[in-house]
Every structure is written in structure tokens, then in C-alpha cells.
């Protein structure tokens, strides 16, 4: 156990021992020290091996997983740069993956569709957000036709880009502007829909998208390639 990193050695050491005791094996990542002094990432699978009742031996293997721990850490640290960036936003803005599930959103996001606010939170599918801000009268042109409503909510988040002006039960009027980000080098597939002025790297932003949202469209794709 001895070319285990200092912290990695009491973990290693109590999986061995819970594994005499109880049985059962470990797989482990625990970082290690290598003969040449070099430091790597190791998944660490064993067991304990017994014969009438008593250990007799241990078994188990290492991989190397050192790259793929760098790039899990290089993914962690660009959404955590989003997530700063989106939220020092003044603009609402949301992300969902190509599943419709939502991936992260800023305050301001939320402080927009109070009757929903809570149902924001990772993993959340579009349309429930949707169905449930319409069944409580987040939205003015659901009232009476709820269905109609989600349905034609839903087609148009599916589109490749939208503008649409809405408005709310509680008399606001908000321009609604949903693009498909292609070309960005970030963590996980996207959508970005919602009062974000756009992201002139889809392609495909609409004739009528004002000019302020283009502008800052392309500062926005440039700084999340950046």
C-alpha cells in the first residue's frame, strides 16, 4: 500500500478491512505514487479471497484513469465558468439538453415565472415546467386552453430559433428568444431559450431578432468559446 498517496491510504486500508470482515469487495479511485515519483489516478478493484471461512489472499486489479480524471475535472471547471457567467447575467437564461431536461438557469430566470420558480432545478423537463406554469396561470394565452398551450410551447422550443413576444398572467409583456447553440465547446448539448439575446453561432437567428440581441449574441458565443 505503500506507493498510495498519503490520503489515499487509509481509504484503501479500511476497504481491505471491510472486506475481510464482511466479504465484500471495493473499486475505488485513489490517487497513487509511481516508482518514478510520478503521480497518477488509479481505479482500484479487489477482494478478499477465502477458504473455510478465513482469508487466505487478496485480489485485484489497477487502471490507469488519469486522463479521464483530467477531463471530468476539465468539464467541472467549465460549468462552473458558465454557471458564473450565466449568473452574473442581467438577462433571463436558461440551458436545457437535447432531452428537453434543463441543465442549469440564473435568478433572474426564475424571479421571471415566480408560479413555476421551484420546479427550475436541474433535470426538470421543459414541458412539465411548462404544463404546471400554465396550469397556474404563469402564462395569459394558456387560461382556458392549457393543452394547446404546452403543445405549441413545446413545437416552438423545438425549433431551430424563435422570437416571440408573451405575455404573462400578471399583465408583463416579455420577448422570448430560444436558439439552438451549435459550435460551442462546452460540457454538454444545448439549448438556450428565453429573454438570451442569442447566439449568432446557430446559424439561424430570425429576420426580426433586434438588433441589441444580435449584438450581444455574438459577444456571448465568443466568450463561452473563448
Same mark, same amino acid.
Given at each position: 500500500?505503500?506507493?498510495?498517496?498519503?490520503?489515499? @491510504?487509509?481509504?484503501?486500508?479500511? $476497504?481491505?478491512?471491510?472486506?475481510?470482515?464482511? #466479504?465484500?469487495?471495493?473499486? &475505488?479511485? &485513489?490517487?497513487?505514487?509511481?516508482?518514478?515519483?510520478?503521480?497518477?489516478?488509479?481505479?482500484?478493484? #479487489?477482494?478478499?479471497?477465502?477458504?473455510?471461512?478465513?482469508?487466505?489472499?487478496?485480489?485485484?486489479?489497477? @487502471?490507469?484513469?488519469?486522463?479521464? +480524471?483530467?477531463?471530468?475535472?476539465?468539464?467541472? +471547471?467549465?460549468?462552473?465558468?458558465?454557471?458564473?457567467?450565466?449568473?452574473?447575467?442581467?438577462?433571463?437564461?436558461?440551458?436545457?439538453?437535447?432531452?428537453?431536461?434543463?441543465?442549469?438557469?440564473?435568478?433572474?430566470?426564475?424571479?421571471?415565472?415566480?408560479?413555476?420558480?421551484?420546479?427550475?432545478?436541474?433535470?426538470?423537463?421543459?414541458?412539465?415546467?411548462?404544463?404546471?406554469?400554465?396550469?397556474?396561470?404563469?402564462? $395569459? #394565452?394558456?387560461?382556458?386552453?392549457?393543452?394547446?398551450?404546452?403543445?405549441?410551447?413545446? $413545437?416552438?422550443?423545438? @425549433?431551430?430559433?424563435?422570437?416571440?413576444?408573451?405575455?404573462?398572467?400578471? /399583465?408583463?409583456?416579455?420577448?422570448?428568444?430560444?436558439?439552438?447553440?451549435?459550435?460551442?465547446?462546452?460540457?454538454?448539448?444545448?439549448?438556450?431559450?428565453?429573454?438570451?439575446?442569442?447566439?449568432?453561432?446557430?446559424?439561424?437567428?430570425?429576420?426580426?431578432?433586434?438588433?441589441?440581441?444580435?449584438?450581444?449574441?455574438?459577444?456571448? /458565443?465568443?466568450?463561452?468559446?473563448?
Amino acid at each position: 500500500m505503500s506507493y498510495y498517496a498519503p490520503e489515499a @491510504q487509509p481509504l484503501i486500508r479500511q $476497504a481491505v478491512q471491510t472486506s475481510v470482515a464482511t #466479504g465484500t469487495g471495493w473499486d &475505488l479511485e &485513489l490517487r497513487l505514487v509511481t516508482a518514478t515519483g510520478r503521480s497518477i489516478w488509479v481505479r482500484a478493484v #479487489g477482494e478478499v479471497e477465502f477458504v473455510d471461512g478465513r482469508a487466505v489472499r487478496l485480489l485485484g486489479a489497477f @487502471q490507469d484513469i488519469t486522463e479521464s +480524471r483530467h477531463a471530468k475535472a476539465e468539464v467541472q +471547471r467549465a460549468g462552473a465558468l458558465l454557471r458564473g457567467s450565466i449568473d452574473a447575467l442581467d438577462d433571463a437564461y436558461a440551458l436545457f439538453d437535447t432531452d428537453d431536461r434543463m441543465v442549469l438557469c440564473n435568478q433572474r430566470y426564475r424571479e421571471l415565472y415566480p408560479l413555476c420558480a421551484e420546479l427550475m432545478v436541474p433535470g426538470a423537463h421543459f414541458e412539465d415546467i411548462v404544463r404546471i406554469g400554465a396550469e397556474r396561470g404563469q402564462f $395569459a #394565452g394558456a387560461i382556458g386552453r392549457v393543452d394547446a398551450f404546452v403543445a405549441e410551447r413545446v $413545437a416552438a422550443h423545438h @425549433q431551430p430559433s424563435s422570437l416571440v413576444t408573451r405575455r404573462l398572467g400578471d /399583465g408583463r409583456t416579455l420577448d422570448e428568444f430560444k436558439a439552438i447553440m451549435v459550435g460551442l465547446n462546452l460540457p454538454f448539448p444545448k439549448f438556450i431559450d428565453y429573454a438570451v439575446p442569442g447566439n449568432l453561432l446557430c446559424g439561424q437567428c430570425p429576420d426580426n431578432l433586434p438588433e441589441r440581441m444580435r449584438e450581444y449574441c455574438e459577444s456571448m /458565443g465568443e466568450s463561452l468559446q473563448g
